[in-house]
Every structure is written in C-alpha cells, then in structure tokens.
C-alpha cells in the first residue's frame, strides 16, 4: 500500500490525509457493511416491524458511531492495528481477535461471493457460480494494480455512490409513507432488541469497523494530529453506511405498506422489482454485485491486515496474500457452496469479536504504552462500553442457545 508522504517527497508519521484518502476509507468501511446480509436483513426487519424499525436503525446509528469512533480514533493516534493493541492490552489477545476475525472474514466472503454470483445471474442470465468466478478477477485485479490502495478506495467510492443512488431511485419510485416513518421512528409502536445489536453487528461488527481505520494507518496517517481526520473519515463511514439502510428501509415499507407479500427466498430482489418492475430487478441485480463484491475486497483486505504485523512475510507478501484469501473463498464456493454451519458458527462467534475487540481498544486508550501522552475522553470510553456490554450480552446469548445445536 502506497505511503502519504510530506511535499519534499520525506515520509512522516503524522501527516495531513488528503480528502480522497479519507473519503476512501470511509466507503471502504461503509461497502464492506453494505453486504448481501445487509440488503436481505434490513428488508427482513423492515418487513416485520414496519415503519417502527425506524427506532431500531436510528438507535443502531447511535451505537455504530459509538463504536467507530472510538476504534478509528484510537488506532490512528498510536499507529498501531486492532491486534497489536490487543496484544498490548492482554498478551495474546490479539492472536485471538486475529483468529476470530480471519476466520469470521473466510466464512463470510463466501457468501459475499455467493451473492456477487448472484448479482451477475440476475443481469446476464449467466450461472451463479461463473459469476461469482468472473467477480473474484474483478476483485483480484485490484490488488494486482501497482497503487492498489488507491484503487481500492476509487473502486468502493464508485460502486458505494452507484448502490446508493440506486436505491434512492427504488425508494421513491415504491412512495413509502415517510411521515409515518418518522412519527414511528421516534414513537415506535414495537422494539425489537435483536433487530438492533443484528444492525450494530452487521455495521460495525468482526473486520468491518477496523477495516477504515487500518487502511488509515497503511496509508501513513498516525499521531495525535491524525484525530480530526479520523473522526471526520470514520463519521463519513457511518453516514454512508446510515443512508443506503434508510434508503432501502423506505423502498421496502413502501411495498410492505401496501399490503404486498415479498418473496421469502429473496426479499430484497421482490422490493426492487415490485417498485419499478423488471427493470428494478435489474437494479437489484447492480446493486447486489456491487454490495457483495466492494464487501469481498474489504473482508480481504481487512482480514489479511490482522495478520500482517505478526510475520514479516504476510507483510512482505501482503497482497499476494490477499489474492490467495479471494480465491480461496471462491474455490470453497464453486466446489462446495455455501457451508451453512461454518457460516452460523461464523455467525455465532463474530457477536463476541466486536466487543472482545472494540473492549481492548478501550483499554488501550488509556494506557500510555498504547496512545502516549494522549488523553482519551471519558466520555467516549463510556459511550464504547455502552456498545460492549450490549454486544457482549447478544455474543453470551447466541454461544448459549443457537451454537450447540449447530454441532448435532
């Protein structure tokens, strides 16, 4: 990954990161969220809760931006990497967090291939699994490129501006009742707590929240200066991630006001097509490639970046390796399809990466091995453990109650 460097052409460890960069990052963070999990539960919960699951996005808003501030912040003034902290803070925590996520990271871009498969089927009629072949060689050209930092920011930004742009246009063409939306997001009629710590997961739980924040730090930007960048690309991350979910909660109330039944086998296609038709299942069909193969190349990326500072090989050798985790994870689809166990064990163990993760970053602001002299504010380590203690709680409950049936 390219470094940021000064105008006389000298490296630095504190710079001013340029707007692209941090832009970047933040669609970086923001499409890797933006998943075929993310398209299908928020249609699921819309579907269910109606227009009070307005309630449980803005809470999760509340809680993603408690979460990523916090992580983005930290990360960037001690220049150093979510596993590097944790081994700081606990020694061999970070070898743990690393494992959870990798293998988190492995199972989930399987479906993200899976669904980039599905994005070319639905536009060119072609089988599942060419697609999903053809979109890993989009994915991995990325990382062939000399600059591929670079391009991988240009790629998230394009294929993030067009998911939301598209999705604005489903969402007006399906007239949802925004008033009632509003009125209900602020007096809502039911709560659901799982809808809530599912969307907190889903936005900012395992790689995603790490995953701006390290392209930050391979992009140069450490040191207590960094802050006002951090926090400014870490807020655009949440914004983007926050409005294509309301975008796409509109488009689907607007159908399930109605009184239209969507397709259980593929909710968020039947939104887009009962809106504006066959073209809107095309729409469907970009959309999904475009959330499923941005989120392939962020899991890759983000993945990998928890094992780069434990051997100077994986750094020597960091986007070869990259590559090797793209095309693994496309192998195991096209040979065996989508392991469902591995994916829910997966599943199960990713609600205790975030706050395991996001509890040693908390830690680690306050210790001065970590961040120096920086002082950390109270007030933004309480607002990460409000995050922590629900997610801990969620994690505790899905180990308890759904991982021991998936071994029967």
Known sequence: MEELKNDDGKERSVIKANWSLLLGAAFLMATSAIGPGFLTQTTVFTQSLGASFGFVILLSIFLDIGAQLNVWRI???????GQEIANMVLPGLGYL??????????????????????????????S?????VISAIIAVSIFLYKEAGKAMDLFAKIFGGIMVILTIYVAFSSNPPVGQ????????????????????GGSVGGYITFSGGHRLVDAGLKGKDSIKEATKSSISGILVTSIMRIVLFLAAL???AKGLKLD?????????KLSVGNVGYKIFGIVMWS??????????YTSVSFLKSFSTKVDKYYKWIIIGFIVFSTLIFVLVGQPVKVLLIAGALNGLILPISLGAILVGAHNKKVVGEYKHPKWMTAFGGVVVLIMACLGVYTLVNQLPSLFK
């Open 264 to 272: 259980a086998a593929n909710p968020a296609a039947a939104v887009f």
């Open 97 to 126: 967090v690393s494992f959870l996520i990798v293998f988190g990271g492995i199972a989930f871009n399987i479906g993200n291939i899976a669904g980039a498969g599905l994005g070319m089927n639905v536009l060119f009629g072609i």
């Open 128 to 132: 599942t699994k060419t697609g999903a």
């Open 181 to 200: 939306a509003v009125i209900k997001t602020f007096i809502p009629s039911k709560i659901n707590i799982l809808a809530i710590v599912t969307l907190v």
């Open 75 to 81: 990360i960037c003034v001690s220049g150093k990497r």
């Open 291 to 300: 959330a499923a193969t941005t989120s392939v190349i962020g899991a890759a």
């Open 254 to 256: 607007g159908i399930v």
